[in-house]
């Protein structure tokens, strides 16, 4: 839907689909209406384009690919009727303009935003082109070089940034009234020329570099996305709105959007944006509890206890979800000194790439508080173990956290496979005890998987998941059983790839076609990462040629 008002011969076109106003088809036939009635009415010299509620517009409705996306008007059609507009159109942005949603914006002559407002292009990550004129658009306003730098990897930039390239006209501060601040700016241009506001009409800057600029992006897209078949064709389509006129651009764009919209990356990539969103909803089967009536208890002090591979990324993760009190433990003096040296030097190196500022890095690194013994420990709401895959160390260690931390203190392990029940039951209270299974390195990798043991609290459950969602992980709750979901999922992997070795291949043969294929890493790379011995630990524990497996399966043959 979308609400009409006039305002001082301002006609307001407001977006109203809650909660992130995407343009289903109900939105896009709003704004034409609206479109329509301020173009015939007299009183209206200009018009504001905004959206309601938290954000301006994130782009197409995702729920509506199957169904109603070609119902008219269309998004591309729907564009180019802005464009066209006789009356001045002005882009009110707050909150994000992602997606379609930027694309209605550079049909508008001018666009104006707050400065907490993000910008993006993301279509790429859901498999697809920006189908609504984006890549023909785009390189019009800001040439074909930041063009693919914005298309071929979809990521979102400030208001400020797009500002100084040439997206947006007018930057408003971010405690601003948008709409306000809008309307005066429309009525500033009421009666200006419209001729330089198309965009679609104007040149494209660097149009005679885009074979040097297409090999440069083909190059980094190779190497980035290995695997992925949209940013290629986001590239294509940009380099025609070097090389042919608009009505052209916009018809290889359309053969590009045909080709990916329901392929079966594409297909993958949507199912993944919902599911990442759906895990947010947890429940506890069977009893009604779930995250909608359950609260987290509040963290502020956390310690991680172990500084190899895994403590040392969760120790990052946390820093960088803004923990300002991280305790870290580690009693073997190399391990912590080798520890803390590696996180000092990330930190370095986020705020050398600027992901960080110099202020930021040093209130992290005077977040961390090395201890050297477990009373140190009694003031922290959330202890995170992340010791070696032993079942008698890790029990040692909850036998004294239940000792020392208070009553409140959430007792969390990192184990990758070992049953959550069963170190829960050393400490007093087993009902504090978790399971959060970080995968490594944990500081870059987002999934997180929280073990709900059997007599794990609902507030316990709840400070784990909220804890996942400030580090930006993808926090998905799971059941305790040997290997939870995601080493019961990888064992699979695991298994074929080590068939291959015996049948010939070499370990580097199985990474390299791996990582062609679009792996990140290799399996055996994986392996060399956390450690051969962890998966050693969990075989022998599991006792794959016990009587568990039935004569036949296939561990008990080998
Ligand atoms: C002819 C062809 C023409 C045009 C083709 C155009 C293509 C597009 O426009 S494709 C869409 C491009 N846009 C995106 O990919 C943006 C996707 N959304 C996001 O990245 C995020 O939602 C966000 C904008 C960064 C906001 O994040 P946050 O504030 O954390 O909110 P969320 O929890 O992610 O979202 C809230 C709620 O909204 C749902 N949702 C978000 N985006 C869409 C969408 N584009 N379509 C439908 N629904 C969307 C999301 O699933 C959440 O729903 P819940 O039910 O609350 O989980």
Request: glycine share 8%.
């Given at each position: 839907m979308a609400n009409y008002s006039v305002r001082n011969q301002v006609a307001i076109i407001s977006l109203c689909s809650p909660p992130v106003n995407a343009l289903s088809s109900d939105v896009r036939r709003g704004i034409l209406d609206s479109l329509k009635k301020a173009e015939q009415d007299v009183k209206v010299a200009a018009i504001v384009i905004c959206g309601e509620g938290r954000t301006f517009c994130v782009g197409a409705d995702i729920t509506e690919f199957k169904s109603e996306f070609k119902t008219f008007p269309n998004l591309f059609e729907l564009v180019d009727i802005l464009e066209s507009s006789p009356k001045p159109i002005v882009a009110a942005i707050h909150g994000h303009a992602f997606g379609g949603g930027l694309e209605v914006a550079l049909a508008c002559h001018y666009r104006v935003a707050l400065s907490s407002a993000k910008l993006a292009l993301p279509e790429v990550k859901l498999g697809i082109l920006p189908g609504a004129g984006g890549t023909q658009r785009l390189p019009r306003l800001i040439g074909i070089d930041s063009s693919m730098q914005w298309i071929a990897f979809g990521d979102e930039y400030s208001a400020q940034i797009a500002a100084n390239i040439g997206i947006i006209d007018r930057i408003f501060p971010s405690n601003a009234d948008i709409l306000e601040s809008a309307v005066q700016y429309a009525q500033s241009i009421i009666g200006k020329s419209l001729i330089n506001r198309r965009v679609s009409k104007l040149p494209v800057k660097d149009a005679s570099k885009v074979s040097h600029i297409m090999e440069k992006y083909k190059q980094i897209v190779g190497k980035k996305s290995r695997g992925a078949i949209a940013p290629m064709v986001c590239l294509e389509a940009i380099k025609h709105a070097a090389l042919l006129p608009y009505v052209e651009g916009m018809k290889k764009e359309r053969m590009g959007i045909e080709a990916l919209m329901g392929s079966d990356q594409s297909k993958s990539l949507i199912y993944m944006f919902f599911a990442e969103r759906q895990v947010r909803n947890w429940t506890i089967p069977g009893t009604g509890i779930n995250s909608k009536n359950t609260k987290p208890i509040k963290v502020e002090k956390?310690?991680?206890?172990?500084?190899?591979?895994?403590?040392?990324?969760?120790?990052?993760?946390?820093?960088?979800?803004?923990?300002?009190?991280?305790?870290?433990?580690?009693?073997?003096?190399?391990?912590?000194?080798?520890?803390?040296?590696?996180?000092?030097?990330?930190?370095?190196?986020?705020?050398?790439?600027?992901?960080?500022?110099?202020?930021?890095?040093?209130?992290?690194?005077?977040?961390?508080?090395?201890?050297?013994?477990?009373?140190?420990?009694?003031?922290?709401?959330?202890?995170?173990?992340?010791?070696?895959?032993?079942?008698?160390?890790?029990?040692?260690?909850?036998?004294?956290?239940?000792?020392?931390?208070?009553?409140?203190?959430?007792?969390?392990?990192?184990?990758?496979?070992?049953?959550?029940?069963?170190?829960?039951?050393?400490?007093?209270?087993?009902?504090?005890?978790?399971?959060?299974?970080?995968?490594?390195?944990?500081?870059?990798?987002?999934?997180?998987?929280?073990?709900?043991?059997?007599?794990?609290?609902?507030?316990?459950?709840?400070?784990?998941?909220?804890?996942?969602?400030?580090?930006?992980?993808?926090?998905?709750?799971?059941?305790?059983?040997?290997?939870?979901?995601?080493?019961?999922?990888?064992?699979?992997?695991?298994?074929?790839?080590?068939?291959?070795?015996?049948?010939?291949?070499?370990?580097?043969?199985?990474?390299?076609?791996?990582?062609?294929?679009?792996?990140?890493?290799?399996?055996?790379?994986?392996?060399?990462?956390?450690?051969?011995?962890?998966?050693?630990?969990?075989?022998?524990?599991?006792?794959?040629?016990?009587?568990?497996?039935?004569?036949?399966?296939?561990?008990?043959?080998?």
């Open positions: 956390v310690a991680v206890i172990g500084l190899g591979t895994m403590g040392r990324g969760i120790v990052l993760s946390l820093l960088k979800a803004g923990i300002k009190h991280v305790s870290v433990m580690e009693l073997n003096k190399t391990a912590r000194e080798n520890g803390l040296l590696f996180i000092k030097n990330i930190l370095e190196g986020y705020a050398a790439r600027g992901t960080i500022s110099e202020t930021q890095k040093r209130s992290m690194v005077d977040a961390l508080k090395p201890v050297s013994n477990f009373e140190m420990l009694k003031d922290t709401d959330l202890v995170i173990e992340a010791v070696f895959e032993s079942m008698s160390i890790k029990k040692d260690i909850f036998a004294k956290l239940g000792q020392v931390c208070k009553p409140s203190a959430v007792l969390a392990t990192n184990t990758s496979a070992l049953d959550v029940d069963e170190i829960a039951m050393v400490t007093p209270k087993p009902k504090q005890v978790v399971g959060m299974h970080f995968f490594a390195p944990a500081h870059v990798m987002k999934l997180l998987e929280n073990v709900r043991g059997s007599k794990s609290s609902p507030q316990v459950i709840a400070t784990a998941m909220n804890m996942g969602q400030r580090m930006g992980k993808v926090t998905v709750l799971v059941g305790n059983c040997h290997g939870f979901v995601g080493n019961r999922m990888f064992r699979h992997y695991t298994v074929e790839t080590d068939f291959m070795l015996e049948e010939g291949a070499y370990p580097e043969q199985v990474d390299t076609v791996l990582k062609k294929f679009g792996f990140a890493m290799g399996r055996y790379q994986v392996g060399d990462l956390s450690g051969n011995d962890i998966g050693y630990r969990m075989r022998t524990k599991f006792e794959m040629t016990n009587k568990q497996q039935p004569p036949g399966a296939p561990e008990r043959e080998r």
